[in-house]
């Protein structure tokens, strides 16, 4: 559904500024009533267009199995809905490439193909998620993971896959972030590297839950040294990225005592498979003194990516995972930053032997907030982004350490919360994934999502689109405390209202200090580059009004108001109800005065946000005093004299017209008074004003 958003009381142009008002301003005050209530129908029409047609109905869930291995998994699912039914098979909340029939096989079972598969099915009306089928390997022992680090948990093979839980796991204080990410339900194991070392390799592959992974030497939780970490696997030629497996290669030390934590990324908590081995014959991995993972630039900056390897080794640069032609250096200089050129970079380092190492992203984004750049950035993954938002700090890049090697990185933290009346965030969505219960963004079962954290600085109404992105994006906005996806509230959302039909664009009020969570997906999982878009508008509120006030014939009288508004508001003067065609500035000036332009007059305020009227000033021929008006009512006479500007006037009061008292003497600057006298002096008597 697309519709046209109006700003009050006329239709918003292409750079989101208001066109000029028609009608009369009667006409025009109805037409913003009814225009509210027909946006307010509107949005509802298009946040649930399933209201008119039969929403899918799941008839037959995917079924829990355990499973040896070598064993063949089916799941299947039965459902109704309008239409074509459209399925897409999911492992850990991430999309199964090529999985989109009723049902789904693997006709080998392995341990690594453990986890939590879901189908999504669509119709007309929007996409429907199943249940969770747990899908468990029947034959892995149990490996001896402890809540609290120590050296009780030993195991000492060189390979080996066994599992584990940390449902129920805490955090010890003085625990480090794994990853650098945010976790609370963190196990450990103690491994004993082979006498002989070697590389060793570890992954999280058939967990059920998105982990984080960490290796370390050290005694204590306070007193560690990192050797490697990882959140997601960084696999070019693997779309689903591990199903938010995790994975570590190092180089294993003979007879070293190693250290291995695994958690869930934002509080998730599951069953764990691990998976180990140690490579005596390859090759030492190169140590790489890494990037920083983000890097944050303005339109035609020139940025730089370096590495610093020690030894003889060959370089390529990739750019989300294609090699950039000509870049074989350990420093990569992008020149005249543009949208085609942020997302994640790596480099490959290959030493004389052959062995390759692949560095962890460097993920470059173009921020920019009321024209100036901001440390801001989106994110791939939701739980970061709420935990920025309540830390006040952001990790910097949604997909670090995707392929940890030896050495520290070096990070860099953004701010969490984009503020600002107008601003752009350009992003790459290639590589990203989907959330174990992360929404179906406005009923399209998308996969492919980051997320965008924004705080407006006022009260108002907030134009928020993907214009200028290169595919074809979901857009959906939420609320609410941003404790996990349960607790996100819809607020608004569109696949196909930009001006290229692909494009998402969505028109919504906002509160002050209110956080709001951004998603950005692409319909059938599709990615690219997002460019994100925002501009906050302030309804007009007159701060100055026009004055009533008396004019000599043939003079020049100026109307002057002022209102604040952002953007600032486009002004449309009116005398009595009609507009005056060219009086569109804050001041309207009136030459050559004359009793046809007696009247009222206005000034409509209006931009985007919404629009307001001035109070009304009435101007008047200043002339030789006289009576404009005279009533009594309920025990109370009340006049209307106009005169000359500037002059001063007595009103008196006479019970016989001989006997004449003074009332009040009063100086009438703009020639018009408005008096009401409260003391009844008799049944009946006179009243006149005189000049002094």
Known sequence: ?????????YPIDNRGFPDSPNGTLDQLLMNQTRHKILVLFLLLAAMFPWAAFAQVFISQQPQSQSLVTGARLSLTVQATGSGPLAYQWRRNGVNIPGANSS????????????????????????????????VRAANLSDLPFTDAMGDQNLITDANGTGRGSNVGATKEPGEPNHANKPGSHSVWLTWQAPLLGGVAKFDTAGSSFDTLLAVYTGNSVTNLTLVAANDDVSN??????????????????????????VDGL???????VLNWDVNVFEGLLTVLNLMPSVTLGLPGDNLTLSVNVQGLVNYQWYLDCKPIPG??????????????????????????????TVSDAANVQINITDGRAINVAALDKFPEIAEGVKSGLTRSASRLQKS??????????????ARGYRGTQIFSTVGSTKDP?????????????????????????????????????????????????ASLVPVACDKDSGSNGKTSKVVFSVTKDTIYYIAVDGEGGTSGTVQLNYNLGVAPVFTQQPFTRTVSPGGSVTLSATASGVPAPLYQWYFGSDAIPGATNAS???????????????????NFADSAVSARATLLLDSPLRLDSFNVRSGATSMRLIGQSNGSYIIQYSPNLQDWSSLVTNAVPNGIWAYVDTNLHASSGFYRAVSQ
């Open 327 to 356: 870049a074989t250096a350990n420093l990569l200089r992008i020149d005249n930053l543009q949208a085609s050129k942020v997302g994640d970079y790596t480099v490959h380092v290959k030493d004389l032997l052959g062995v390759e």
């Open 437 to 485: 219960g992360e929404p179906n963004h406005c009923g399209e079962t998308g996969g492919a999502s980051a997320w965008y954290a924004y705080q407006p600085p006022a009260t108002g109404l907030l134009i928020l689109d993907t214009e200028g992105s290169d595919f074809d994006t979901v857009l959906a906005v939420y609320t609410g405390p941003g404790t996990d996806y």
């Open 236 to 261: 070019c030629d693997d779309p689903a990225r591990g199903f938010h497996s995790s994975q570590v290669k190092f180089n294993a030390q003979g007879g070293t005592v190693y250290h291995i934590a």
């Open 103 to 134: 049902a789904f096989v693997i006709a080998r079972f392995q341990p690594t193909d453990s986890g939590d598969y879901s189908v999504a099915v669509a119709d007309v009306t929007g996409a429907v998620n199943s249940d969770t089928a747990q």
């Open 588 to 606: 309207l000036t009136i030459t050559n005065f004359q009793s046809v332009d007696e009247g009222d007059y206005q000034v409509l305020a209006s």
């Open 404 to 417: 940890a090697v030896s050495g520290s990185p070096v990070r860099k933290k953004a701010g969490g919360l």
């Open 266 to 272: 934002g509080g998730a908590a599951g069953d764990i």
């Open 1 to 9: 559904m697309t519709y046209q958003r109006n700003s009050g009381l």
